[in-house]
């Protein structure tokens, strides 16, 4: 079984930074693609970034060059770091992981909630 864990949430002020962290736990695994999504209130969940297991990044039109997305394999982790935050980025991020043990499928993490506030 394969267990997604965020961490990293939290309130800022209008232009601050934060940095969620999501780790993958279980045994003899391997992860493909990794992402971020998020929901604000009353909202669908939608795609913030993603990254691929060599490296290729995507972004949301709405969070490039604010927000970057990185893994660590060795750690089965990954980061998105988002500068510059908005009122409009408060939601609950997620992460999900595209996971292969005997068969691909996917994991989502619990959520973590961003609130971005004066």
């Known amino acids: 079984q394969v267990q997604l864990v965020e961490s990293g949430g939290g309130l800022v002020q209008p232009g601050g930074s934060l940095r969620l962290s999501c780790a993958a736990s279980?045994?003899?695994?391997?992860?493909?693609?990794m992402g971020w999504y998020r929901q604000a209130p009353e909202k669908e969940r939608e795609h913030v970034a993603t990254?691929?297991?060599?490296?290729?990044?995507n972004y949301a039109d709405s969070v490039k060059g604010r927000f970057t997305i990185s893994r660590d394999n060795a750690n089965n982790t990954v980061l998105l770091q988002m500068n510059s935050l908005q009122p409009e980025d408060t939601a609950v991020y997620f992460c999900?992981?595209?996971?292969?043990?005997?068969?691909?499928?996917?994991?989502w993490g619990q959520g973590t909630l961003v609130t971005v506030s004066s």
């Open positions: 999900k992981m595209i996971i292969t043990k005997d068969y691909t499928f996917q994991v």
């Open positions: 279980g045994r003899g695994f391997s992860v493909n693609v």
């Open positions: 990254i691929t297991n060599v490296g290729s990044t």
